[in-house]
């Protein structure tokens, strides 16, 4: 089992940057794919992006190519999302997810495919 805290969060203007983190700790010795979803009220949660366990496979929601970058640094149990040239529709909460590693494709993008998750962070983006 792992537990996973996202943070990071907060409130910014358009064009503005934010870098969200998510800590593991539980049985992080093991292997798991990570993913960033968000979630607008009355919304499901979208995927947003998702790391390989190694770090050298990546996969992005078309919205945030090229502005989001995610990575990870498996010795701290750290997985990122950097967040460039926010924009208002970017509002939302964050959250981390993790499962048994997989390989990057389709699935990773199910939310039912993840078994753990984080509180949620909060990310705001004013015009």
């Known amino acids: 089992q792992v537990q996973l805290v996202e943070s990071g969060g907060g409130s910014v203007q358009a064009g503005a940057s934010l870098r969200l983190s998510c800590a593991a700790s539980?049985?992080?010795?093991?292997?798991?794919?990570v993913a960033w979803f968000r979630q607008f009220p009355g919304k499901e949660r979208e995927f947003v992006a998702a790391?390989?366990?190694?770090?050298?496979?990546?996969e992005y929601n078309d919205y945030v190519k090229g502005r989001f970058t995610i990575s990870r640094d498996n010795a701290k149990n750290m997985v990122s999302l950097q967040m460039n040239s926010l924009k208002p529709e970017d509002t939302a909460v964050y959250y981390c997810?993790?499962?048994?590693?997989?390989?990057?494709?389709?699935?990773?993008?199910?939310?039912?495919?993840?078994?753990?998750w984080g509180q949620g962070t909060q990310v705001t983006v004013s015009s």
């Open positions: 790391i390989s366990w190694g770090g050298g496979t990546t």
């Open positions: 539980g049985r992080t010795s093991r292997s798991y794919t």
């Open positions: 997810a993790a499962r048994f590693a997989i390989g990057i494709g389709e699935r990773v993008r199910w939310t039912n495919e993840y078994a753990y």
